[in-house]
């Protein structure tokens, strides 16, 4: 018992210092690399409304089955993708790599240390999925 409480107060000091650590970083932008980060942000919204507005019924019906996980729904829906959807979908890849790069390359040295520890983070707990 007392190992889960330990379990949850790690995990829960954990949010707080990344928190804290995103927040630092926020602060440390500068307008033009917060309008980078809003306008990535707009593109991929975009991105998955127009992806979205090509699903077939049977599509549709995987992301709306609330018993799949986020991640079944992704390997269900993945199989199910026509040539045209799929070349729709590494076409909005590039797009955002080259966003996410181009934003990259405007951060300074501490910027750019903070933002890889921000990002280090998070692939730690999800690092299946990002292969996907």
């Known amino acids: 018992m007392s190992a889960q409480s330990e379990d949850v107060a790690d995990r829960k ?3 707080r210092q990344k928190k804290e650590l995103r927040k630092e970083f926020n602060e440390s932008l500068s307008e033009d ?5 809003e306008y990535q ?3 991929r919204t975009e991105h998955r409304k127009t992806l979205e507005a090509t699903y077939t019924d049977e599509q549709l019906a995987i992301v709306r089955n609330e018993d799949l ?3 079944g ?15 729709m979908k590494k076409s909005h890849k590039e797009a955002m790599k080259t966003e996410k790069n181009k934003f990259e390359s ?3 040295e501490e910027q750019l240390k903070k933002y ?3 990002k280090k983070k998070k692939r730690k707990k999800g690092s299946n999925s990002e292969k996907e």
Request: hydrophobic share 20%; no cysteine.
């Open 73 to 87: 729904k992704h390997k269900t829906l993945k199989s199910t993708l026509s040539d045209d959807q799929k070349e």
């Open 33 to 37: 690399q917060k309008a980078q980060l």
């Open 69 to 71: 996980s986020r991640r």
């Open 41 to 43: 942000r707009q593109l």
């Open 13 to 15: 000091e954990g949010r």
């Open 116 to 118: 890889g520890e921000i």
């Open 106 to 108: 405007s951060l300074s």
